[in-house]
C-alpha cells in the first residue's frame, strides 16, 4: 500500500504579538507566574475584524500549496481542524474552498480540539493510502482571542491560548523511507466537561448535576443563547488546569510509545518530537519521560501560546523552515486535549 507524505507545510500568525505584560492591564496576573507555569512569553491575537479563523487558514494553506508544488485547483479534499470556527455551521472547511477558487471537492471539518490537527492527518493518510485521493489539503487554525474571558476570573484560561494557523499537503509516496508509518487516536469522554466551552450548546443542563446555564424556562423558547448566559459568564471555555496537566503528563508519553512500538522503533530513534504546544512544562515532562535530548524535541509555545489545532502544524513548520527536520528524519507528532482526545503520528520526513 502507498503511504502518505507531507510534500509542503506552511503557517501563519498574526503580527499582534500580546506580550503577558500587556495582559496584566486587563487581569490580575503577571509575566513572571505565566512563565513559570507555563512557560508562555507572548502569544499572537488576529486582528478584530479582517482577520478570522478561514483567513488565516487560507494564508497556512497559501504557503503549503505552493511547497507542494502544486496550485489551489489540484487539491482533491479539505480537511480543517477547529475549535474556533468563522460560523456555528457551515464549518470553515467549505469558507476555505471558496476562499482559494478550489474545485467542488470535498471538505470536512474536524472537532477535535488539540489533537485536533492529528484526527485530521489521520483521516487524510487513510484516504491518501487508498489511493481515493491524491493531494490532500490538512488545516489546523484558531482564532482565540475572539471568545475568551479577558477578566481576572479566566485567567487560567486567557493567558495560555493564541492564534494562528498551520496546514500541509499530503501526497502519496512510494519511497521507502518517506511517509506517515502509522497514526493513533484516542478518546476518553469521562472528562468532558474538565476542559470545555459549554454555551452555546443543546446540552440543557443534561450532563451535570450542576447547571451550565441558565435559560429561559418557558416551554418553548430559544435555550441555545440566553441573556442570562451572557450576564453570568457561562459563555467562556473553562478548564481544571490541573486535572488537564495531570492526564496529559501520562496520555502524551503513552501514546508517543504506542506509535514507537507500533513500528518497532526506539524513543531514541526519533529525529525530532513535535508536541501539541500545551504548556512547556508539559513537554519538558515528556521529554524527561522518555529520555530525548533537547535537540529531539521542539517547543515554540514561549512565542505563540496554545494554538490547539494549529499548535502541531505551526510547530512542524518552523522546525522545518529553521532545518532542524531533513528528508529520511523519524519525526514524531503527539497531541493531547479537551475531550480528553489524545493522538500521535509517527512519519519520516
Ligand atoms: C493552567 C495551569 C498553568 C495552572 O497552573 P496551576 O499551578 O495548576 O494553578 P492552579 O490552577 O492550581 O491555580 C493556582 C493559583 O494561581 C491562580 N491563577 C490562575 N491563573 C492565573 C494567572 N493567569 N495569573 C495569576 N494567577 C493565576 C489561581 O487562581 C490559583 O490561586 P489560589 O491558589 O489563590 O486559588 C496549569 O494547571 C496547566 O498548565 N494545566 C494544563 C493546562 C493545559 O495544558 N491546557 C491545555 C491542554 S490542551
Redesign the pocket.
Known amino acids: 500500500m502507498k503511504r502518505s507524505k507531507i510534500a509542503g507545510v506552511g503557517m501563519y500568525v498574526p503580527a499582534n504579538a500580546v506580550t503577558n505584560e500587556d495582559l496584566t492591564q486587563y ?4 509575566d513572571a ?2 512563565q513559570e ?2 512557560g508562555i512569553k507572548e502569544r499572537r491575537y488576529a486582528q478584530r475584524t479582517g482577520e478570522t479563523t478561514t483567513t488565516m487558514a487560507v494564508a497556512a494553506a497559501t504557503i503549503a500549496i505552493e511547497r507542494a508544488g502544486i496550485s489551489p485547483q489540484d487539491i482533491d479534499f479539505i480537511v480543517f481542524a477547529t475549535l474556533s470556527p468563522d460560523y456555528y455551521f457551515p464549518g470553515c472547511g467549505v469558507l476555505l474552498q471558496r476562499a482559494l477558487k478550489m474545485r467542488e471537492i470535498g471538505a470536512l471539518d474536524v472537532r477535535n ?2 489533537s485536533g490537527f492529528l484526527y485530521a492527518l489521520s483521516v487524510a493518510d487513510q484516504f491518501i493510502k487508498t489511493g481515493m485521493y491524491k493531494n490532500i489539503l490538512v488545516v489546523g487554525s484558531e482564532k482565540h482571542s475572539f471568545g475568551l474571558d479577558f477578566s481576572t476570573r479566566g ?2 484560561v486567557s ?2 491560548f493564541g492564534d494562528g494557523a498551520g496546514a500541509v499537503v499530503l501526497q502519496p509516496t512510494e519511497q521507502p523511507k518517506q511517509g506517515i508509518l502509522s497514526t493513533h487516536l484516542h478518546s476518553d469522554g469521562e472528562s468532558a466537561e474538565l ?1 470545555a466551552m459549554f454555551n452555546p450548546g443543546t446540552h440543557a443542563n443534561h450532563w451535570t448535576e450542576q447547571p451550565l446555564a441558565d435559560f429561559n424556562d418557558a416551554p418553548i423558547a430559544d435555550m441555545f443563547m440566553s441573556h442570562q448566559m451572557i450576564d453570568k459568564a457561562q459563555n467562556f471555555p473553562t ?1 481544571d ?2 486535572a ?2 495531570k492526564k ?1 503528563v501520562v496520555k502524551f508519553p503513552e501514546v508517543i510509545m504506542e506509535a514507537l512500538s507500533a513500528n518497532g522503533l526506539q524513543p531514541t530513534d526519533i529525529n525530532m518530537l513535535i508536541p ?1 504546544q ?2 512547556l ?2 513537554s519538558q515532562f515528556v521529554q524527561q519521560k522518555l529520555g530525548l535530548q533537547d535537540s529531539q524535541v521542539f517547543n515554540n509555545i514561549q512565542r505563540y501560546g ?1 494554538t ?1 489545532a494549529a499548535s502541531v502544524p505551526i510547530a512542524l513548520c518552523e522546525a522545518w523552515e529553521q532545518g532542524k527536520i531533513q528528508p529520511g528524519d523519524l519525526v514524531c507528532l503527539a497531541a ?3 475531550g480528553f482526545t489524545w493522538a500521535s503520528a509517527l512519519l519520516y520526513w
Not at 27 to 30: A, G, L
Request: glycine fraction near 6%; charge should be positive.
Open positions: 487581569m490580575e496576573t503577571s507566574w505565566i507555569r507555563t480540539q488539540c485567567r487560567n493567558v495560555i476542559l478548564m488546569g490541573p488537564v496537566f496529559a501539541h500545551a504548556n512544562r508539559i496554545n490547539t493531547f486535549g479537551s
